[in-house]
């Protein structure tokens, strides 16, 4: 129905930068919030940073001032460009959205993710 597709993950050096691409394609109706997670080896997934059909955002506090999320509502694209990256940020980044889809009979709103994408920060 709806499929979530990652990019731009990829090995940095410490203080270098990223920008993590995420786009939705299918039987959408409207995207509303979208979330960034991650997950290191041998740790739980955790979110990173999230924003609402409207704009509004929210970060772990681990990347404030440092990632920035954002979004293309005409592309149904979500992006997160990270700055100033640290080797603890290396991890699986996960999509995450929550899509409203159309139905036979209506509409109806559903949590999908994408497959991840590797990020590793190493010198």
């Known amino acids: 129905q709806v499929q979530l597709v990652e990019s731009g993950g990829g090995l940095v050096q410490p203080g270098g930068s990223l920008r993590l691409f995420c786009a939705a394609s299918?039987?959408?109706?409207?995207?509303?919030?979208m979330v960034w997670y991650r997950q290191a080896p041998g740790k739980e997934r955790e979110s990173v940073a999230a924003?609402?059909?409207?704009?509004?955002?929210n970060y772990a506090d681990s990347v404030k001032g440092r990632f920035t999320i954002s979004r293309d509502n005409a592309k149904n694209t979500v992006y997160l460009q990270m700055n100033s990256l640290k080797p603890e940020d290396t991890a699986v980044y996960y999509c995450?959205?929550?899509?409203?889809?159309?139905?036979?009979?209506?509409?109806?709103?559903?949590?999908?993710w994408g497959q991840g994408t590797q990020v590793t920060v190493s010198s």
């Open positions: 995450n959205a929550n899509v409203r889809i159309s139905m036979s009979w209506g509409t109806k709103d559903n949590d999908y």
């Open positions: 299918g039987s959408i109706v409207r995207i509303n919030t």
């Open positions: 924003i609402t059909s409207g704009g509004s955002t």
